[in-house]
């Protein structure tokens, strides 16, 4: 299975700054996948990252507010904009499995609350 | 699109029996695949099981399996011998495997209680 780590764990933070989240695979994968989960929800998808291409958001989420980058085949970070105590949320990124496409991970996923 | 209904929203189990965790998924789409997630209270989601829509065993991974029943559009997740360790949030999950993209809709999971 693929090991991805993700940076940080847990933030708090205040309205109205941004948080960048990092996302580290120990293999090469071609697509990367940004998901939220709210308070008591279930996970929704943000976007997803291919490498030297822009990212591809899901309706509801726009670049402005949750703009990526997806540098190399191993590492992507997502930032949250301009804070709002809506945003507190859990972020985790996933990738497929490196065998095959019936597998897919997830990171340990970055807790964010918003003040 | 696709929708995935989970319509238990909590579990009870005694250690040690087994239980059924329902899915049922809505496509349109011939070809999919269908995930089973455990979120512990730490947050992380752990891969459990998959089945591919063409797959004609149901899956099974240790104490997991998949009762995989395509014309009822159902794949109910079977946790057999249950353990404490077991008490999570548990989401079914489905993927268009013909898209480009392997993007993953999610129910909207099953709080799993194992007691002693």
């Known amino acids: 299975s693929a090991v991805i780590s993700q940076k940080p764990s847990r933030d708090i933070c205040q309205r109205g700054t941004s948080l960048t989240i990092q996302c580290q695979v120990d293999?090469?994968?071609?697509?990367m996948f940004w998901y939220r989960q709210q308070p008591g929800q279930s996970l929704t998808l943000i976007a997803t990252?291919?490498?030297?291409?822009?990212?591809?958001?899901e309706s509801g989420f726009v670049i402005d507010k949750f703009p990526i980058s997806r540098p190399n085949l191993t590492f992507s970070t997502l930032t949250v904009s301009n804070l709002s105590p809506e945003d507190s949320s859990i972020y985790l990124c996933?990738?497929?499995?490196?065998?095959?496409?019936?597998?897919?991970?997830f990171g340990p996923g970055t807790r964010l609350t918003v003040l | 699109a696709q929708k995935i209904t989970q319509t238990q929203p909590g579990m009870f189990v005694q250690e040690k029996e087994a239980v059924t965790l329902d899915c049922t998924y809505d496509?349109?789409?011939?070809?999919?695949?269908l995930f089973w997630y455990k979120q512990p209270s730490s947050g992380e989601m752990i891969f459990l099981i998959y089945?591919?829509?063409?797959?004609?065993q149901n899956a099974t991974e240790g104490r997991y399996s998949l009762n995989f029943q395509k014309a009822r559009k159902s794949a109910n997740l079977v946790i057999s011998a249950s353990q404490l360790g077991d008490s999570a949030m548990y989401f079914c999950?489905?993927?268009?495997?013909?898209?480009?993209?392997?993007?993953?809709?999610f129910g909207t999971g099953t709080r799993l209680l194992v007691s002693p």
């Open positions: 999950a489905m993927r268009d495997v013909n898209t480009g993209f392997q993007k993953l809709v």
């Open positions: 293999s090469q994968v071609t697509m």
């Open positions: 089945q591919g829509s063409y797959d004609e």
């Open positions: 996933s990738v497929e499995g490196r065998d095959s496409y019936n597998e897919q991970f």
């Open positions: 990252a291919n490498q030297g291409s822009e990212a591809t958001y």
């Open positions: 496509t349109s789409d011939q070809s999919y695949g």
